[in-house]
Every structure is written in structure tokens, then in C-alpha cells.
């Protein structure tokens, strides 16, 4: 518990300056429809990685070493900090002041989460068949699996197993409270809708882009 | 999550929004005095969140009122149908 004690009658005389608003505040989803376009949206982008991962043709050059769009990887962690800043980081193990109805959110979000990290694996064990042929004999007996796409599914998994609960959360939380000192900004759909196109442009020239270096010099073999 | 929930609790109403504007606070300083987030103050106000038998308890103390002056089953009727009433 935080704050004053319940005996207090007397309302506190002090104002609340109205804090700064940063770059993190304006891309800060707070309706649960926007929270909710963005967990459709990371849902998507894990379902592009993986497709890099077992499948050349959604991969950059298709070299061994350059398999992964950068920017989707860049573009991973961007959506999913949106969303963790949107339900106030509370699916975070270590939060330090969570009260009982944040608790009560969070632990349903866990419940929510299980089974669908089940049906991941699932899916995970029917992509680990298109990687088995790429498995080498060991050296003394048995097969090795050495491949890349092998450390990319298992990538895959731990991206899920980190977002599902605060995906669930996302999806299930009420529109967040109007501050009580409001601040301007673009209306929430149409920074939406912008944040979108950017990172779905960017994917798509990455896609079709022959290096993951870009318009920066690659670095010589 | 399109599914219906298997127990629908039914709804607890509540006064808050009214007792905190008469009391002029703030959400923010309301959940200080309780310890609560201030979100949660207004999820209890829109009746997206029925609170513990602790919460209540404390939102009571708080206001030095008995509990079903500002929780109850029923919705609570207008305060101006309520004044209104001859004596």
C-alpha cells in the first residue's frame, strides 16, 4: 500500500503541475481499441519473423548469416514497449507498487497467457519439421541440429512467452482514464495509423532490400 | 475473450464520484489516501472494478461513512430525487 493513511479526512491542498510530456507519453497507447490494433499488429510481426526464419523467400539475400529483416527486429521491441508502456508495465515480475485490482489484472493475463504459449509450442514443434532436414550426424552417434533456423524458433519462442501475457493484458484492459490534465496531441487512430505505414513500409523495403545494411557500407567478408 | 465468462458478478454500485467532488479531491489524492492507483479510482467510478472487502472498507473509513452509503447492489438513486423527497 502507498500513500497517507484511510483515517485521513482533511483533502490535501497541494497542485499537480502537469508533468512533461515526452516522445514515450505521445506513442503511449491508452484505448483499449489502439491497445488492441498493436497486439494484432506485434502478433503479426512474430508471425513475419518466423516466416524469415524457416523461409527464404520473406528473408533478406537468403545467406545463412543474413536471414532476419533487421527491421523487424527493430520494429519487435518498438511495438512491444507501445504496449507494455500502454498497461502500465504491470505484467512486469518485479513491479514494485501494483495495487489489488492491478494484481488481480495481471495474474489474469498470466492464466490467459499459458494456454496460448501451449498452442505456440505447438505450432513451434510443427515449424521444427521444415528445420529437421538441415539436421547433421554426430560425431559419434545421433543427429546434431545445427541450424540457424533451430536458434531463431527458439527465439521466436521466448519473443511469445515475453509478450503473451502483456498481449493479454493489452486486449482485455478498459480504455485507460483521460488524464486529469489533458494534453494535445494527434487523435490516437491517426498516430496509429501513421506509426503503421512507417513500420510497415519499412518492413516491406527490408523485405525486398538485397542486404540488411541498407544505404550503410557493408563491412567486407 | 469473445467468449462470456463462466460467473458474471453482478455489478456493485457506488457513490465515489459523488462523495470525492463533494469532498473537492482529485482521483490522485483520493488513491493516495487509500493506496491505490488513481486509475483504479476511476475504474471503481465507471464501474469496471468491484473493489475487495478491503478496499471498501478503507474507501468507508476514509470517508467516515458505513459502507452501503457508498457501495450497494441496486444503483443508487439521483441525489436530486433524494433532497427533494418532503421531510
Redesign the interface.
Known amino acids: 500500500m502507498r500513500g497517507a493513511s484511510a483515517s485521513v479526512h482533511t483533502p490535501a491542498t497541494t497542485t499537480y503541475e502537469p508533468a512533461e510530456v515526452t516522445w514515450r507519453d505521445a506513442v503511449t497507447t491508452t484505448s483499449r481499441a489502439s491497445r488492441r490494433r498493436w497486439t494484432a499488429c506485434y502478433a503479426l510481426l512474430l508471425v513475419l519473423l518466423v516466416a524469415s526464419i524457416v523461409d527464404d523467400r520473406f528473408a533478406v539475400g537468403g545467406a545463412d548469416d543474413e536471414r532476419m529483416p533487421l527491421i523487424l527486429i527493430v520494429a519487435v521491441p518498438v511495438v512491444f514497449g507501445m504496449l507494455r508502456r500502454g498497461t502500465r508495465r504491470l505484467t512486469a515480475l518485479d513491479h514494485p507498487d501494483l495495487d489489488e485490482r492491478d494484481i488481480e489484472a495481471r495474474d489474469s493475463a498470466y492464466r490467459i497467457a499459458f494456454p496460448l504459449l501451449v498452442l505456440v509450442m505447438i505450432a513451434a514443434l510443427a515449424l521444427l519439421a521444415l528445420s529437421l532436414p538441415q539436421a547433421v550426424p554426430g560425431p559419434r552417434h545421433g543427429w546434431f541440429l545445427e541450424s540457424q533456423a533451430l536458434i531463431g524458433i527458439g527465439l521466436w519462442i521466448a519473443l511469445w512467452a515475453v509478450y503473451l501475457p502483456t498481449g493479454a493484458l493489452a486486449w482485455r484492459e478498459p480504455d485507460a482514464l483521460e488524464s486529469e490534465t489533458q494534453h494535445g496531441g494527434l487523435p490516437e487512430p491517426l498516430r496509429d495509423a501513421l506509426l503503421g505505414l512507417a513500420l510497415a513500409g519499412a518492413i516491406a523495403l527490408s523485405l525486398l532490400a538485397e542486404s540488411n545494411t541498407g544505404f550503410l557500407p557493408s563491412s567486407p567478408r | ?1 469473445g467468449r462470456e465468462p463462466r460467473h458474471v458478478q453482478p455489478p456493485i454500485h457506488n457513490r465515489l464520484q459523488v462523495l470525492r467532488a463533494e ?7 483520493l ?10 479510482i ?2 471503481l467510478e ?1 464501474g ?2 468491484s ?2 472487502l ?2 471498501a472498507f ?1 474507501l468507508a ?2 470517508f ?1 461513512l458505513p459502507i452501503e452509503a457508498i457501495f450497494a447492489r441496486t444503483p443508487f438513486a439521483p441525489m436530486s430525487r433524494a433532497t427533494s423527497t418532503p421531510l
Do not use: I, K
Request: overall charge negative.
Open positions: 475473450m469532498r473537492g479531491l482529485s482521483r490522485q489524492q488513491s493516495d489516501a487509500v493506496g491505490v492507483n488513481y486509475q483504479t476511476g475504474y465507471r469496471d472494478y473493489p475487495s478491503d478496499l478503507r473509513e476514509f467516515d
